[in-house]
């Protein structure tokens, strides 16, 4: 019987081995090209926050408008970092978790060059003034076409490998990619068809709009992290999830929830009004989906504190997954009728966005990658010390956004609301809070220069080479079920 499990688990680490190096260099390239697109649109970032509250800041420069920098920003935080990230996890999770090697890695890295080339144009174009002036779409339409055309050649093998997978349990991390992969493409090709080829009314293209941008974020970027907290929390810890029934009933939830999201961005316009009152209810209720991913994921992991505190992929996965609870709650807070009034024109949405993209999706593509990268190199990680540096002025930074944003956001409509106050108070008194963003910026730019430098340095293969997993203590690597080992996430540990 040793003997027989013995072998079971030889076979085991030589398949994902081998899945490992099949996927080894598109991987790398997504994370590695999606580091430097997020070093660039913290710069813009930055750039973009300090025009908000000092338009006089670079006048010198005529195409650094306030408001083409910041679609810029946004434009490549999402598809230059966000997109790529997310297909870096998903090649990766899909093939581990189907067990399947990737045969078509020159499709993969074509349609990635592709990508980046497109995600450049589509900058050039905002920057030059030539972008759609449609948030999350700023890009003109012919590059949406190229963009939406590398998502196939990239995802559709995720695909092939599930459905030719060894008969077996769908674990949960598969329904979240599976959901983040299809719902993907009937969000995007909706939206460019209501927005750029039917000419129909211009404030319902608007709202079309505003449902792009949220359902984006809630069906492709969130299931994709959270794919990936699902994968992690057992792998790192050695033990099955807390409940798959409630990890389900999170799926689930966050299904029939995040297609509603978006248009209550347009309460009081001159569409059917049950549309942004709809959106605003689904945005109260994802703390739902929220807490029943935070509950499983914590419970999970409760008891593995010395395991969170050494494993740097756990780290940001766990801080991840609480911040999403805190999204659900802050998304409460600003989308109830009372709130809306203060929060619809001012900066508390900004806020609301980068906790999600940033806080949420970014923190666990940052512990996917600490646990990807070094398996996929064979090396090990060679500064604890850059990793604990990108961990705390990540999250330092990014509470700093949130708390600086939302909080000006709410002053800044309680101004907007008061008809006795002069604008010019308002608008001083926000900027103050301006300042707080601007600085926040700086701090996550610093975290990514950390970030970068060390990805860049494992691509080289300059780490060490280990077979322990990555920066956890010894005693945990020996486990028997420790992270090399395949968790079942219905219940059960298997090879």
């Known amino acids: 019987m040793a003997e027989t499990t013995s072998t079971a688990d030889s076979n085991g680490v030589a398949l994902r081995s081998s899945i490992d190096r099949s996927l080894r260099h598109p991987v790398m390239f997504f994370f590695t090209s999606g580091a430097a697109w997020l070093a660039v649109a913290i710069v813009l970032g930055l750039v973009a926050s300090a025009k908000k509250h000092a338009p006089e800041f670079m006048n010198w420069c005529s195409w650094l408008d306030a408001g083409i920098v910041d679609a810029a920003h946004m434009s490549a935080l999402v598809y230059g970092w966000g997109a790529q990230a997310a297909f870096g996890?998903?090649?990766?999770?899909?093939?581990?978790l189907s067990r399947k090697e990737c045969t078509n890695v020159g499709t993969i890295l074509w349609a990635g060059h592709i990508w980046n080339l497109a995600v450049l144009g589509g900058l050039i174009c905002i920057m030059s003034g030539n972008g759609s002036g449609v948030p999350w779409m700023e890009f003109p339409g012919g590059i949406w076409i190229?963009?939406?055309?590398?998502y196939f050649a990239i995802t559709i093998w995720s695909l092939v490998q599930f459905q030719v997978r060894d008969a077996g349990?769908?674990?949960?991390?598969?329904?979240?990619?599976?959901?983040?992969?299809?719902?993907?493409?009937?969000?995007?090709i909706t939206a460019l068809l209501f927005v750029f080829v039917f000419d129909g009314n211009a404030v319902m293209a608007t709202g079309i709009a505003a449902w792009f941008k949220g359902t984006t974020f809630l069906l492709f970027f969130l299931p994709t992290a959270l794919a990936s907290a699902y994968y992690l929390a057992p792998k790192v810890t050695g033990r099955p999830v807390y409940s798959y029934n409630l990890a389900l009933f999170g799926f689930w939830a966050l299904a029939f929830l995040g297609p509603w999201s978006g248009m209550q961005k347009l309460v009081g316009a001159p569409i059917p009004q049950f549309l942004p009152y709809a959106g605003a209810a689904a945005m109260v209720l994802i703390l739902i989906p929220a807490m029943s991913v935070g509950v499983n994921i914590l419970k999970t992991v409760a008891g593995y504190g010395e395991v969170v505190a050494e494993s740097p992929s756990l780290r940001f996965t766990a801080s991840g997954v609480v911040?999403?609870?805190?999204?659900?709650?802050?998304?409460?807070?600003l989308h109830l009728v009372p709130s809306m009034k203060m929060t619809q024109f001012s900066y508390s949405g900004y806020g609301l966005d980068i906790l999600g993209f940033y806080g949420v999706f970014s923190l666990c593509a940052f512990g996917a990658i600490y646990f990807i990268v070094p398996r996929i190199t064979?090396?090990?990680w060679l500064s604890h010390r850059f990793i604990k540096w990108h961990f705390f002025l990540s999250l330092?930074?990014?509470?700093?956004?949130?708390?600086?944003?939302?909080?000006?956001?709410m002053t800044q409509g309680q101004g907007i609301e008061d008809i006795s106050q002069p604008f010019g108070t308002m608008a001083e008194r926000a900027s103050q809070y301006g300042w707080g963003v601007t600085l926040a910026w700086g701090f996550l730019l610093v975290a990514n220069l950390f970030f970068c430098l060390h990805l860049l340095l494992m691509w080289a293969r300059l780490g060490r080479r280990s077979?322990?997993?990555?920066?956890?203590?010894?005693?945990?690597?020996?486990?028997?079920?420790?992270?090399?080992?395949?968790?079942?996430?219905i219940?059960?540990?298997s090879a």
């Open 396 to 409: 330092y930074g990014v509470a700093s956004i949130v708390i600086c944003a939302v909080i000006g956001g």
């Open 169 to 188: 349990h769908v674990y949960v991390s598969q329904w979240y990619l599976l959901g983040a992969l299809l719902w993907f493409p009937w969000v995007c």
């Open 89 to 96: 996890m998903i090649i990766w999770l899909m093939a581990r």
């Open 323 to 333: 911040l999403f609870v805190v999204y659900g709650f802050l998304s409460l807070t």
């Open 491 to 493: 219940g059960s540990v």
């Open 378 to 380: 064979r090396r090990e």
């Open 467 to 489: 077979s322990h997993p990555t920066l956890l203590k010894a005693h945990h690597a020996e486990s028997p079920h420790g992270p090399e080992g395949e968790v079942d996430n």
């Open 146 to 150: 190229i963009l939406l055309l590398c």
